[in-house]
């Protein structure tokens, strides 16, 4: 599932693209969204919240998107040839005068009055990404169930928005916490979600994401997805287990030396 970061910087090239622009021509290739033409109204924004991106356009109208698994949204300009993936992956193309907006595999797409979207995304907790980023109240949301483990809390989007499995593993590790240590025993929450948001905020201008500091292929991340290979600071060999509720669990990583369980 994408992050944070990936669908922030996915909402603000929409939204330089399109806001302020008539739709030439819209298609909606989901059951329920077959005959809706939006054609001559106008784009007036995009913004993202956490990982739900929300496109707003006149009459009061909002067309909410979720990524998921595989979802994206892509730009082309008028007559370009689209490179996104089959025909038959598209589930929503948005056209103005100088933009194709082409979204494929998007398991959520949804047409909503304004006035509705808390139905879409009310259930967020804070957007670390977000304008109204609220630290407060999002270690609130996460010291709630101080029994859960820190590596399944944060990745629970109530407690906070955007941060995915990636941003977890490597700011736990950063942080000295072992992903299986309850959300009461982490030595200092305050510095461990500021420390996700960092990273967020470091990288939200890219479509990569970098948290050693080196970009160079194989370097950028401390953990995640190097199960087996030998821990960048101790040598010793990072782990991989899956971690959470099913169908809510992921494949969290972790160095069992640099990241004691504590209790």
Not at 68 to 96: A, F
Request: positive net charge.
């Amino acid at each position: 599932m994408p992050e944070g970061d990936t669908v922030w910087l996915a909402g603000r090239r929409l939204h330089d693209a399109l806001a302020g622009s008539a739709i030439t021509r819209s298609d909606f290739r989901v059951p329920g969204l077959a005959t809706v033409d939006l054609s001559g109204r106008t784009v007036t924004e995009v913004v993202s919240r956490g990982k739900h991106l929300l496109t707003r356009v006149e009459d009061d109208l909002t067309l909410h998107t979720h990524f998921r698994m595989d979802g994206t949204w892509h730009l082309y300009r008028t007559g370009e040839r689209r490179r996104g993936g089959p025909e038959w992956q598209i589930r929503v193309l948005l056209e103005t005068e100088g933009w194709q907006a082409v979204g494929y595999r998007l398991p959520v797409v949804e047409l909503l009055a304004r006035a509705e979207e808390g139905r879409a995304v009310g259930h967020l907790g804070p957007d670390l990404l977000g304008p109204d980023w609220d630290e407060a109240e999002a270690l609130r949301r996460l010291a709630g169930s101080p029994e859960r483990e820190i590596g399944d809390a944060p990745l629970d989007q109530r407690n906070m928005a955007g941060i995915g499995n990636l941003y977890k593993a490597e700011c736990l590790f950063l942080s000295g916490e072992s992903p299986w240590s309850a959300v009461r025993d982490v030595r200092d929450l305050p510095a461990l979600v500021r420390g996700a948001r960092r990273l967020l905020l470091a990288n939200r201008d890219q479509p990569w994401q970098v948290t050693t500091g080196v970009d160079r292929r194989g370097s950028e991340h401390w953990v995640y997805g190097r199960a087996g290979r030998p821990c960048r600071r101790c040598g010793s060999a990072i782990r991989s287990a899956p971690q959470g509720a099913t169908p809510y669990d992921r494949l969290t990583y972790w160095c069992p030396t640099c990241q004691p369980v504590r209790t």
